[in-house]
């Protein structure tokens, strides 16, 4: 086995030299993909009573699009993926406004904290959001494995 590299070796080198755009633009997709398909359900419960509960179903896809996009294109990956994870990462922070006002408008509002933050909009979901948008900001930024 002289001369001959292990797999996970390759990765810890490549990720040690900041080499992970490809591995973190799929890393991307999946993520935006399985994050798309929890806030459709649970704004579907809710009924999507707000127009802006769209807003992260309709951006997922792009994501998704752009991620897979940056696992085969370095072009791809330099320019649509952190054009929509931006978008993605802005659209998370702005979930967390509509949340937080979510709990705050619920009777008691943040008085009956202890109660509304379980019984409201989940206050931590947008960011999941706009951690998935980080991840492919990230990855625009990092080299492409070798």
């Keep these: 086995m002289v001369g001959t590299e292990h797999l996970l070796d390759r990765v ?26 929890e806030v459709y359900l649970e704004h579907y419960k ?16 792009p994501l998704v699009i752009a991620g897979i996009g940056g696992v085969f294109s370095q ?7 952190p054009a929509a994870a ?3 990462t802005a659209n998370g922070l702005l ?13 008691g509002g943040w008085k009956l904290a202890s109660y509304n933050m379980v019984m409201g909009p989940p206050i931590s979901a947008p960011g999941l959001m706009a951690m998935v948008g980080g991840m492919g900001l990230l990855a625009a930024v990092l080299r492409r494995e070798k």
Aim: net charge positive; glycine share 10%.
């Design 12 to 37: 810890v080198r490549n990720v040690e030299h900041g080499r992970f755009e490809r591995s973190l633009s799929g890393l991307t997709a999946a993520a935006a993909l399985v994050t798309g398909a």
């Design 46 to 61: 809710a009924s999507f009573g707000n127009k802006w509960m769209w807003s992260p179903v309709l951006l997922t896809p």
């Design 75 to 81: 072009r791809w990956a330099k320019t649509a993926l």
């Design 86 to 88: 931006g978008l993605y």
């Design 95 to 107: 979930g967390e406004y509509f949340h937080f006002r979510g709990v705050a408008r619920k009777p």
